[in-house]
């Protein structure tokens, strides 16, 4: 019976491919009708769409005939039967489909609710018809306090066989359209999917329910009981929000925490994926998540504020975050331990890269020790390195620190007694602040000769720590502001009737400035003149306020612009009218004080407006245009060879004055035979409006040129693009794929890290060069992770990208060994646990020699040390140097200058490990078991060339097999334990366990 079934639902199959309606362009009533008409089922037709499914059913029945006489006449009679009744009941159904601007319109009815013969029509509007229906449909949307994003307007008509137009009888049944393939078919918690309906391009807007949304296919679907416009339209919600945010595997985070205000508000939540994550109450009785398995679930709340409902949508991605790699070119961080009582291990020499959020963050919580081992130097993170742990307690400084970071150890409430050493020269603001304790005070013991001060930069709270120091007091000057006006500047903007100035200042502080103008030549202006009755400045002469860092300052100097606009013909207080002059006071306020001091500067100015102080529109090879009646205007710059954004002397190009002046934002078109956009060419501008479309003739793009911009719309890269500069496009704002052009070389440090968006990023396979941290990410994106697909030869470690967000295949084989730190700088090199590539000090120089079976060799070694390391020291003089020697059955290693060698080894292709640890031990090579930062190796404990040598794989030790990770990298040699691999279990002390 179910193969009867099969049958005679591939032979309906058949019938309706065979009997689905004509939907194809054609001329009725004198009317072209625009659209792509694609026949998808012609009638009479031998298309491919209804010759496939008849010989599948044809085969299907030959099938069945081979089953036996008896069972295939049942099964001829059933396909009879059922081929009848289908034809009886769908004989005037109605199926059309219309392709429209990519777009497939599918129409569907019920038997009689279209005349037989009926035909499909879809027309595109025009651009006047688009813009009333969109205008329509904004109003309707500003209801429910919603905006209209995209939308698509078709305008759909059912014809009868004499051509003219007919409305579905909804008395004989339903009638259906769907839209597929929309381009802009993404709904969340911010955004969704709606669809309108009207009567007539004047006409008021209906919003449909709309029946069905398939994501996969890009399709909605709505019940329609008349034929006219629809809308179908991407609208950003009135009261609503979404985020993702990335949660540790295992953890239990309580919401309070995690979403401290929203749970407050909140009215009702559910988790979307229960196998993910699950929602429970904690051990405190506060409900949190718990993280189940690695993947992507959603968690929806109903919040109310104000009477106001608002949905919140978190995309919750649940991932296993690694508990070791690279932190710097010569630096590895590791973690070991469980539950919250891990230990951080930061080994390694020299500066880490720079992070915004440091690699172990996902761990913060759960980390009750800190050991930085001898040979770091500083630690570039921009956030609480080791704040805010919940657990720590100790710390572990090593005596080569030079740096202690701002907001270190802030937070740290349980974090014990620490001792600084003298080789620190900076501790950073809030360093190792405390704002509770843990009930008793922690020590600071300060060998170094900064000194730790409860105020001002507030390094410790004495509430809860004391400090014992002996750096001596430093002098506190009298304050005195360091900021003076040295110039100001005047230019007219005819093109949009306006004018500005442009005040240049010298100094560190920021200030307000106050204006007094007055057409009268002789008239005395003085501080008087900018108070009041009480003797403060009048609000009323104070041009718009601009805090520190929101003026220009000139890179390397201590030189700020910064720009007030005013309307040009503005008859209020500040009246600058053409053909008048004015004669102008500034007065500086620096710090923002409200009175008047004893060095209160005033600075005079003429200003004449007339067309001499017009904004020159030529500088250099380039030239600019403003266009516009309103901001944000449209900025042409026109030009050829390299863009600069300053003049020789540190000047400002007057198209950065004028970026600087517009309020930052313009829709920016760059024209000519550019060459370069050097880094300071778009300074001034932030946010770039309707897209950016960069020349071909450009070939680099230098630093920090699209550094903390936003770009609207598209951004279309030069084809002969060949280099991007470093910092290039750190924290765009752009919310498009990043497909890099083929044919670029070099893609320079930092170039896309921390990038806003959620974007794919596509790297040609042109790239021979990129930069560390060129699209690393500190944290998750509002919509999640990037991606990347890389297409050069360039090894991406994760010095490079950060795999907790962004999605890649990470590879850190290309990256160099982790010097062991011996405390004598002499060089000596090795693996660490991170690399797991390139070479090391050793390689096929060296001589291996026993102690006394070698008559170079004494009876008795005259070991020797010195401000550098251990060496030996030979009868005549001389010393071992780039050998191996077999002391009482013990390898050892001397480096190029002689020193006896510690750490990992690469050698002939092989990693050895010699002990690093003071002691009778230090030097020699391991044998056998090791552990090392909380990870077992194994070192060959055969005789000959291959004892010590670094096993990975399968290894039987014993009499029991381990397996030793073989991927290179930061796991390379680690032994697996309590997992499977290849289908074999292995239990907690990593051997296989046979069941």
């Known amino acids: 019976m179910r193969k009867s079934i099969k049958t005679a639902l591939a032979f309906l199959l058949a019938v309706s491919y065979i009997c689905s309606t004509v939907a194809s362009a054609t001329t009725l009533a004198g009317e072209t009708i625009l659209s792509e008409g694609i026949d998808y089922a012609a009638q009479g037709s031998e298309s491919k769409w209804e010759a496939e499914p008849a010989q599948e059913s044809e085969s299907m029945r030959e099938t069945e005939s081979t089953q036996g006489t008896e069972s295939a006449q049942e099964t001829e ?42 035909t499909l029509r879809v027309r595109k509007l025009s651009k006047v018809e688009e813009q009333k229906v969109d205008s329509t449909v904004k109003e309707k949307l500003q209801e429910n306090q919603e905006n209209l994003l995209q939308s698509m307007i078709f305008d759909i008509s059912v014809l009868n066989q004499e051509g003219e137009e007919v409305q579905p009888d909804t008395a004989k049944g339903e009638a259906t359209v769907q839209f597929s393939n929309i381009p802009f078919l993404q709904e969340d918690a911010e955004k969704q999917i709606s669809v309108f309906h009207l009567d007539s391009v004047d006409a008021a807007a209906e919003k449909l329910a709309a029946e069905k949304i398939e994501e996969k296919e890009s399709a909605v679907e709505v019940s329609a009981e008349h034929f006219s416009l629809f809308a179908v ?95 710097g070119k010569e630096m590895e961080y590791s973690l070991s331990g469980s539950g919250n009582d891990m230990t951080l291990t930061l080994r390694g020499r020299g500066e880490t890269d720079a992070f915004e959020l440091a690699p172990w963050e996902p761990y913060r919580d759960k980390i009750r020790r800190v050991i930085i081992e001898e040979g770091i130097e500083k630690l570039h993170v921009e956030v609480e390195a080791f704040g805010s742990m919940e657990h720590l307690e100790t710390v572990s400084l090593p005596s080569t620190l030079k740096e202690i970071p701002d907001h270190a150890f802030y937070h740290s409430e349980n974090l014990s007694d620490v001792t600084i050493p003298a080789s620190v020269k900076r501790i950073g603001r809030q360093a190792f602040y405390k704002s509770k304790g843990n009930g008793k005070k922690n020590t600071i013991i300060n060998h170094s000769s900064v000194l730790m001060s409860e105020k001002g930069s507030e390094q410790y709270n004495p509430a809860f720590t004391s400090v014992q120091q002996t750096a001596g007091e430093e002098e506190q000057e009298v304050k005195k502001w360091n900021i003076s006006l040295k110039n100001v500047h005047f230019y007219t903007l005819p093109e949009i009737n306006k004018c500005f100035f442009e005040l240049e200042t010298e100094g560190n502080e920021y200030a307000n400035f106050y204006l007094y103008t007055t057409e009268d030549p002789s008239e005395a202006v003085t501080v008087k003149n900018f108070t009041d009755d009480s003797g403060s400045f009048k609000r009323d002469l104070m041009l718009t306020f601009f ?93 050829s060879g390299r863009m600069q954004g300053l003049t020789a002397n540190g000047e400002l190009r007057s198209w950065t004055k004028l970026l600087h002046v517009l309020g930052r934002e313009a829709h920016l078109e760059l024209k000519g035979n550019i060459t370069a956009l050097d880094s300071h060419a778009l300074d001034g501008i932030t946010y770039i409006k309707k897209g950016l479309v960069l020349p071909d003739s450009i070939v680099e793009i230098g630093d920090s040129v699209f550094s903390k911009k936003s770009i609207e719309g598209n951004l279309v890269f030069p084809k002969n693009l060949k280099k991007i500069g470093n910092s290039a496009f750190r924290h765009l704002s752009y919310k498009g794929n990043l497909s890099l052009p083929e044919g670029l070389e070099s893609i320079g440090e930092s170039a896309f890290r921390d990038l806003k968006e959620s974007n794919a990023i596509t790297i040609p396979a042109s790239v021979t060069h990129i930069g560390i941290g060129a699209f690393y990410k500190d944290k998750m994106s509002f919509k999640g992770k990037n991606s990347i697909a890389n297409h050069s030869s360039v090894k991406l470690g994760t010095r490079y990208v950060n795999p907790l967000f962004t999605e890649y295949t990470p590879d850190d084989s290309g990256e160099a060994p982790i010097p062991s730190y ?36 004494p009876s008795i070694v005259n070991w020797q040390r010195d401000a550098k390391g251990w060496w030996i020291l030979n009868p005549d003089g001389t010393y071992p140097k780039a050998q191996w020697l077999l002391l009482n059955n013990r390898w050892y290693y001397f480096n190029q200058e002689g020193y006896m060698f510690t750490g990992w080894l690469f050698y002939n292709n092989a990693w050895y490990y010699f002990e ?80």
């Open 77 to 118: 009679s059933t396909q009879e039967t059922e081929s009848t009744q289908e034809t009886e009941t769908t004989e005037e159904a109605f199926y059309a489909e219309k392709e429209l601007s990519g777009v497939l319109v599918t129409v569907q009815a019920d038997s009689g609710v279209f005349p037989k013969g009926a």
């Open 547 to 639: 805090p520190r860092g929101n003026g220009w300052r000139v890179p390397g100097t201590n030189k700020t612009f910064t720009s007030y606009l005013l309307d040009f013909r503005d008859t209020g207080l500040f009246s600058f009218l053409p053909g008048h002059t004015y004669y102008c006071t500034f007065l500086i306020s620096p710090g923002g004080i409200t009175k008047p001091y004893s060095e209160t500067q005033l600075l005079q100015k003429v200003v004449t407006v007339s067309d001499e102080a017009r904004l020159p529109r030529n500088d250099g090879n380039f030239s600019w245009q403003l266009t516009g009646e309103k901001s944000p205007y449209t900025l042409t710059i026109e030009g």
């Open 233 to 327: 339209s991407l609208v950003r919600k009135g009261n609503s929000f979404s985020d993702t945010i990335a949660v540790e595997l295992g953890d239990t985070i309580s919401l309070y925490k995690l979403l401290p205000y929203d749970v407050l508000r909140c009215e009702a939540m559910k988790e979307t994926d229960p196998a993910v994550i699950r929602l429970k109450h904690d051990e405190d009785g506060e409900i949190a998540i718990e993280a189940l398995h690695e993947g992507t679930a959603r968690l929806l709340l109903t919040v109310k504020d104000d009477f106001i409902q608002e949905k919140q949508e978190y995309r919750i991605i649940v991932q296993k975050a690694s508990l070791s790699g690279r932190a």
């Open 916 to 995: 690093e640890k003071e002691g009778s031990e230090q030097g020699k090579m391991s044998v056998g078991w090791k552990e090392l930062h909380g990870f077992w190796y194994y070192f060959s404990e055969e005789a000959g060339t291959e004892s010590g040598k670094m096993r990975t794989g399968w290894q039987e030790v014993k009499g029991k097999w381990y397996y030793l990770n073989p991927k290179s990298g930061a796991e390379n040699g680690k032994m697996l334990f309590n997992t499977k691999v290849q289908g074999y279990t292995l239990g907690a002390d990593g051997a296989w366990q046979k069941i």
């Open 822 to 857: 011996s405390g004598n700088g002499g060089g000596s090199s090795g693996r660490g646990g991170s690399s797991g590539g390139g070479s090391s000090s050793g390689g096929n120089s060296g001589t291996p020699m026993v102690l006394g079976a070698d008559r170079n060799l």
